[in-house]
């Protein structure tokens, strides 16, 4: 009913799959966009977490690079690609820096919020009993400001990838996206589409394991005690 | 500091009415330790307010305070909100500073807190993302984990170290907060209205529990509380703060432990407190 080249059959698609799978590019590409989307993240989303600590425990750093800070952070980052592409070119280091500057505003924002949004009662309290500012940084102020700052960092991962894709799709030779873009040229409309399934696939997999993770760290808060006798 | 108005005193039937006082009706098994004769070994440190004011803007919340409380004493502050009980507590604590005058810690100075002195808060302020036993021990001084079981064994939630304060009772987050206090062997312990918020059965079960551990501990400790029953239960002299001046500076020598309710002389201390809140 509708051409294979609009819309393939799923049976094409999972041939598709095999054929990658056997030949290896698949996994070739898939581990390449994954290590870049790291790469940005780590960079990025580090830089993001620093100043969203400097400014949030810190009023003149605030006053200082807050509204700077905003202001970057309303430049659609895709916007840049011209520019990223006349600074470093069509290599690594480009889709690097996309992704890095896409991820650092929502952990910049949602670090900074949640350091503010710390209970003052909390800090008084370990004022009270004696914390030193480290002290009141590590046990008080970071636990505090966590649950904020991973959404932040969920938030970051959509933005990773989305990142990527469209830096992988203008320059690359290698990939995801660039399979999805070499695909096109010769009308593997299947590929195309495989391509589309392996990022979600992707994006559902950080998205997983960031659950993992707020698992993990927010074992403390009430909203993540499922079993073990919590009646409220 | 030791006699009672003379209207008690000459009340007849003191005696016999006494009697009933020393059985207490209510008394968990948790709770249920007796007091270790640890008393009056004389660990509190003693607070001087010389004069002391504290303004916010043109209002005047404190004015000159004159106020000596000995070492190990209880002192309860009452007063409807608003009077300044809370500014006086935490001028104590050395959270704030006054606008005028001087707070003395044992003949010293306070400026700024004050490692001997702990507070209570009316809500418990527990870290929510460490234990009990975690929150006991915030300060992580060395074996804090030692000391922090001892303080819980102590208010009765030995069984409850490693629980996440989520899941404790409103009572129950208190005496995590009170453990927490105890933990640092303070010589002054404030209490800011820290069982307003309890139910009536509970309140009761943390008055026995504040009294034997104070009676265990001996530290000075200063109770504000607008529960005029609370305070004549709990302390040896009750305040009322009235307008940011103390109006009423009464001894309260009933024998412990005290019977919170249906209690003739506690009622008629009650009575007298009331008058001048």
Redesign the interface.
Known sequence: MIPPRILPAPSQVALAFWENVQSGALFVNAAISTKRAFQGLVIGGGIGLILGVINGVWRPAEALLDSSLQMLRNVPHLAMIPLVILWFGIDEEAKIFLVAVGVMFPIYINTFHGIRTV?R??I????????GPL?LFW??IL??A?PSILVGLRYALGIMWLTLIVAETISSSSGIGYMTMNAREFLQTDVVLLGIIIYALLGKLADVLTRMLERRV?????AY?TA???AA | MTTAPSFLRAEPGVDRLRGEADTVPFRPKSLGRAAVESQGQGKGLGISFRGVRRCFGSREVLKAIDLDIPAGQFVAIVGRSGGGKTTLLRLA?G?DAPTSGELTISGMPLAG?H?G???L?Q?A?L?????VIGNVG???TPKWREAAREALADVGLADREND????LSGGQRQRVALA?ALV?KPGVLLLDEPYGALDALTRVEMHQLTERIWQEHRFTTILITHDVAEAVALADRVLVLRDGQIVLDLPVDLPRPRREHADPLATQFQALILKEV
């Open positions: 209970d009662g909390l008084e309290m370990a004022r009270v009993y004696g914390l002290a046990r008080v636990p505090g966590l927010l074992a403390w808060h009430p005690q073990k006798g919590f | 604590a959270l807190l490692g002195v702990r507070l808060f809500d302020r870290l929510p993302w460490q234990t915030i300060a992580r996440w304060p989520a899941i927490r640092s």
